[in-house]
């Protein structure tokens, strides 16, 4: 189910199927894909929309849908980023939260390491 209050981003038609209450998807439809996770969850806070797209593409090329949800509110720049100090979020299905975390705290230790 889609959160009702962000704006949601997302390339793949198969999560936009089955994230959509009440749509369907032949592709995944009596494939033995089990409900819960069809839940997106939230597993990243990203302070930019960079470095949200560069976290989801990480994802995505591994074989894990993705996507973001802005918290920014165009109209309100300023006041937004008072308001939500954190740009947005990258989301995954519940069932592939654990996966995500691990690929994510991986990538992110690469960064941090400076190629030693």
Known sequence: MLPPDGNILIRDPDVIARTNPGGYNPATEGA??????????????????????AIQSLLEGAGIEAAIRSRQIPMFDGVAKVYNPVWGHVLVLEGKLEEARDLIAGYLDALDGDGE
């Open 32 to 53: 033995g894909m089990n409900p819960d996770d069809d839940v997106l969850v939230e597993v990243f806070e990203a302070e930019d929309e960079m470095e949200a797209m």
